[in-house]
């Protein structure tokens, strides 16, 4: 009889200390508050390079795919030497840089298209005859737009870019 | 003597003295009745008032704690973050609450992977979160990882005050564009150089857990809540270093 009620004593007792412990932990005052969120990144650029040939004319575009992201384009014109060449853009937005490279000068947002370059083939080479067989290649590149800290998009066409090319 | 320790053990005694303090009972509770009766027309208003403790996070002077979502207005609706673009994101903390306290916030930098799962391999520190820690926020370096910064306001709010905000913008860096993996088709005569991007499709995040804790006994109650030793003088906080 005297063991259990020492032993009803002692666990009063731990009861007791536990009690006056989780008093001092809870004593003082807290706050809390959270927040979270994430943004998507959409980096990959999906282009296609459209083409008519008609009197003698290439007519080029290119257009970015739905899920791209927005990017730069150049294009550039290789044919044999003896084929002479006339590149021009209608609307004026694709200017020539000097460099072998036409560039199109408005940033190319998801779904939308570049204005037509317009190669024309002014001479044919020396000799062609019905039959022959002579190419006209367009060779496009693509840079993903980078951005300034206020916004203005700027392409780095040294950094490598997305290629593509028709004959 | 005798007869009166007999009288004691009797069960008469017993009922009788049950009765006395039963009696005694009913007269003291009459007592009081009387006594609220006596003491109504000295009227006396006690008011109590029980502080509470309540901390607000703040998104560009917004608040954002209440349905816990920041980076809502990031961009424009359907305009898709631009990296090397500085986008405005200045973030405080406010106290809501009725008592002066200290405050402390957690800020976690993260990248989520297309199906959602945290990706440690991708570069918190490209997730360009620009701090302004300035006098008053202290970086707590011994707790803070490239994932995990810590950050201390030196001084108690008091109620409806905010803090100086820690951060100004966000500017994702344009460098994740390096990490890519390059594949060469073929196909209809076109050459196709596709370079595919690490980071594309990937979620940043940015998370920010704020704490409050009373003034009063300062140094024990962070301790205590924070695991932080702190020096709290005249109302100025400051770290110690870890025993």
Known sequence: MKKKASLILCGLALLLVLMTRLGGASAYFTSNAWAKGGRTLIMGSVNEILEEFSAWTKHVTVKAEDDSEPVFVRARVFADESVELLILSEDGSWTDGGDGWWYCGTVLSAGESTAELLVKVVKLPVGAVAGTDFNVIVVYECSRALFKADGTPYADWTAQPEKGGTQ | ?243
């Open chain 2, 1 to 243: 003597m005798k007869k009166l320790k007999q009288f004691l053990k009797s069960p008469k005694a017993t009922v009788l003295l049950f009765i006395l303090a039963a009696g005694l009972l009913i007269a003291g509770g009459i007592g009081t009745a009387r006594a609220a009766l006596t003491a109504f027309s000295e009227r006396r208003v006690y008011q109590v008032e029980m502080k509470h403790i309540d901390i607000g996070l703040l998104e560009n002077g917004e608040r954002v704690d209440e349905d816990h979502i920041l980076l809502k207005k990031l961009t424009a609706e359907g305009e898709q973050i631009r990296p090397g673009q500085e986008y405005p994101e200045a973030l405080a903390l406010v106290n809501l609450g009725g008592s002066d306290m200290y405050v402390r916030v957690s800020l976690y930098l993260y990248w989520l992977d297309a199906e959602g799962n945290k990706n440690t391999e991708l570069s918190p520190a490209l997730i360009g979160l620009h701090l302004t820690p300035g006098e008053n926020w202290l970086i707590d370096e011994a707790s803070s990882t490239p994932e995990r910064t810590v950050l201390y306001y030196r001084l108690s709010l008091k109620s409806g005050e905010k803090t100086d905000p820690f951060s100004d913008f966000l500017k994702l860096d344009p460098s994740l564009a390096d990490a890519v993996t390059e594949t060469r088709t073929e196909k209809d005569g076109f050459t196709v150089i596709r370079r595919t991007y690490d980071y594309d499709g990937c979620q940043f995040m940015v998370e920010a857990r704020a704490d409050g804790v009373q003034t009063h006994s300062a140094e024990a109650a962070i301790l205590s809540a924070w695991g932080q030793r702190v020096s709290a003088k005249d109302g100025v906080l400051s770290l110690k270093e870890a025993d």
